[in-house]
């Protein structure tokens, strides 16, 4: 079932009905990850080089190597930096543009069900910044972890496969559930929801491909979303879910 509803969120990335939200999601990725290196690299170069700056001069001649060491240092903690941030930047997107990603999946995929319905914009940006919030202090949790033998990144998988999967389930959800039936939903499937949050963080750690995060989970869960829902009488939602669809 989660790997069904991977393949089909893989398939419509690049499906013709998806270019619109695509071109949206990943420019505007891009820009905010241009815009995050940019204050990164203002951060580093206003705070953190200035107490470098006044060291040099202490430095002896035979020891210039360490500026070398300490530029590549710096330019590995940097890409690290923003490594960390692109799981929020996606939370956030994905909140923006989940409901569009959601309409087009379903009107490719599952035609002759009745469509979901998209949240108002206030309540959409409300649940996008908690989420930031979220997987902000979660990453900070999961970057010190990274420090501790035997642990290491599989904090950033874990931290990320639960956050991810849960919000983005839940974001699919709501669209065709109240939310608090949308949390007591994601909540009794925790399991599954879990261990396709692990795939989506997964891509997530995937140079170049992770741009395309927010397509990509959000098809997912809302794959997911349904498959689940035909196979859970005590939570229908009394549409028309066609059984041909995700099997197995």
């Not at 705070?47 to 202490?58: E, I, K, N, S």
């Not at 931290?159 to 994601?186: D, S």
């Amino acid at each position: 079932m989660i790997l069904d509803a991977a393949r089909l969120s893989l398939l419509n990335l690049f499906a013709p009905e998806t270019r619109r939200v695509f071109w949206k999601v990943l420019g505007l990725t891009i820009l905010v990850l241009i815009g995050l290196w940019l204050a990164l690299r203002g951060v580093f170069i206003g705070y953190v080089w200035p107490y470098f700056a006044d060291l040099l001069p202490t430095v002896p001649d035979w020891a210039g190597w360490l500026t070398f060491v300490f530029a590549i240092v710096a330019g590995i903690g940097l890409a690290l930096g923003l490594a960390l941030l692109i799981a929020p930047v996606t939370a956030l997107i994905a909140g923006l543009f989940l409901d569009d990603v959601a309409e087009v999946v379903e009107q490719r995929d599952y035609p002759a069900d009745p469509p979901g319905t998209a949240m108002p914009m206030g309540r959409a940006l409300i649940e996008s910044v908690q989420f930031l919030g979220v997987v902000i202090l979660g990453n900070l949790v999961a970057l010190f972890l990274l420090l501790v033998p035997g642990v290491n990144l599989v904090a950033f998988f874990l931290v990320n496969g639960y956050l991810l999967g849960r919000e983005f389930f839940e974001f699919a959800a709501m669209r065709f559930r109240p939310p608090e039936e949308a949390k007591a939903f994601r909540q009794k499937h925790k399991g599954t929801v879990f261990l396709a949050g692990l795939l989506i963080a997964g891509f997530l750690a995937i140079p170049i491909l992770n741009l395309l995060t927010p397509l990509f989970a959000a098809g997912l869960m809302v794959h997911l979303h349904k498959a689940i829902s035909r196979r859970d009488p005590s939570f229908a939602l009394g549409e028309r879910l066609r059984p041909d669809r995700l099997r197995g």
